[in-house]
Structure formats: C-alpha cells, structure tokens
C-alpha cells in the first residue's frame, strides 16, 4: 500500500530560526513528489515539486531535497517568518494512466513565535 | 482568474439531510477532484473527473455522488448525511489528465467545513 509519513506532526520553532520537515515515502511506481503550504482555514499551495532525476529544489526560503534511493524528503526553512506559520504536506505521485495516483502525508504543522 | 472557488465555506446538517457542495473553476482545467481532510489524516480523494461527462471513484467515495456538467463546474453531493461526514471538505483542479500529467500543479479552493450532527 502506498503510504506517506511526515514527521514531526508539529514543532514551534522562534522567528529566524530554520528549521528541516521530514517525509517518508513507500509509494511506487515514483513519479514526483510535491510539498504544499496550508494556511489555516485555507486550501493547501504547491511550494516545489520534484521529479526521480531531481534531489533539490528552492523556492525563496524553502528548499526541498529529495533522495529516490531512500525514498525520503526533506523541507528546509530557512530564516523562519511569523507567515511560515502553516500546516505543510508532503504529496508522492505515483505513475499510472488511470485514476488519481496522488498520495498524501499527514501534514506538519509549524508554528513561528517572535 | 478566480481560481478554483466553493460554496459554502461552512455548513451546519442534522443527520439523514442531503445537500450540494459548489466547485467552479475558470482555468479551463480538464481535471477536477474532491478530497475530505480529517485531523491528523492526509486528504482522502472522494471523486475525480478528467473531464465533462466523465467521472470516477477515488478512495474513499460512498455517501457521494458528483457529476460533471461542465468542464466549469463539479459538483459534490452528499445523499444522506451522516456524523462520519464531518469533515473539511477541498476541490481541486488541474490541467491534463489524472496519471499522465500528475506534474502539473493542482489548485486547490478554500474549502467547506462539513459538520454532520
């Protein structure tokens, strides 16, 4: 079964500070894999995506890694913000032609304090 | 653009009540889904559409109905509400077909808090 895990489920971390989000993987056949922001009370944002050949990817002062060997992720905030504040998903697309292959994770959500 | 937009934001049922969650997207995306979220849970996929006229079932689909009219508009429809539906409810929608082009950035709405009582 195709399955997602993030971790930590939560963690509070001071303005300024990095911090790094786990994601762990067992879905197959890998096709991508997508981190999103969601805000509280709204639809969750693409952030980066990923596919096999990729292992980094930046988008302002978040960058995610990804190591299809291990088939774990990573999401690296860098010089946190009080707007960082989010729940942030982990989402493993696997390759098919019919259906919806998208699996997600369970979220972790980040709380910035000033 | 709006984006994807749904209606209501928050709704109120008593249980065995039917009614219709409101997707409408104006990118004229080919593929539309419906997924729940439930605390501590990932989002579940309820219904897709790659297109008008055409949907299927995704992991989670009984107590729903959809349908899809439109390549605008899709539609969730709760038959018989029970306390299990209970839920954050989210459209999404992208371009291409569901598998092939899983690439391809999917937009979410704002959602519709759900409380069944």
């Known amino acids: 079964k195709n399955q997602v895990e993030q971790s930590p489920q939560s963690l509070i971390i001071l303005e300024g500070k990095n911090c790094t989000l786990q994601c762990n993987y067992t879905v197959s056949p890998f096709s991508n894999l997508r981190w999103y922001k969601q805000d509280t009370g709204r639809g969750p944002v693409s952030l980066t995506i990923?596919?096999?050949?990729?292992n980094t990817k930046s988008n302002g002062r978040y960058t995610a890694t990804l190591d299809a060997d291990t088939k774990q992720s990573s999401l690296h905030i860098t010089a946190s913000q009080l707007s960082d504040s989010a729940s942030y998903i982990c989402?493993?697309?696997?390759?098919?032609?019919?259906?919806?292959?998208?699996?997600f994770g369970g979220g972790t959500r980040v709380l910035v304090k000033p | 653009n709006a984006g994807v937009t749904q209606t209501p934001k928050f709704q109120v049922l008593k249980t065995g009540q039917s009614m219709t969650l409101q997707c409408a997207q104006d990118m004229n995306h080919e593929y539309m889904s419906w997924y729940r979220q439930d605390p501590g849970m990932g989002l579940r996929l309820i219904h897709y559409?790659?297109?008008?006229?055409?949907?299927d079932q995704g992991e989670v689909p009984n107590g729903y109905n959809v349908s899809r009219s439109t390549t605008e508009d899709f539609p969730l429809r709760l038959l018989s509400a029970a306390p299990s539906q209970t839920s954050v409810y989210f459209c999404?929608?992208?371009?291409?077909?569901?598998?092939?082009?899983?690439?391809?950035?999917?937009?979410f709405g704002p959602g519709t808090r759900l409380t069944v009582l």
């Open positions: 559409s790659v297109g008008a006229g055409i949907t």
């Open positions: 989402v493993v697309s696997a390759m098919g032609a019919a259906g919806n292959k998208l699996t």
């Open positions: 999404a929608s992208r371009r291409g077909l569901a598998g092939l082009t899983s690439y391809n950035e999917q937009f």
């Open positions: 990923m596919t096999f050949s990729e």
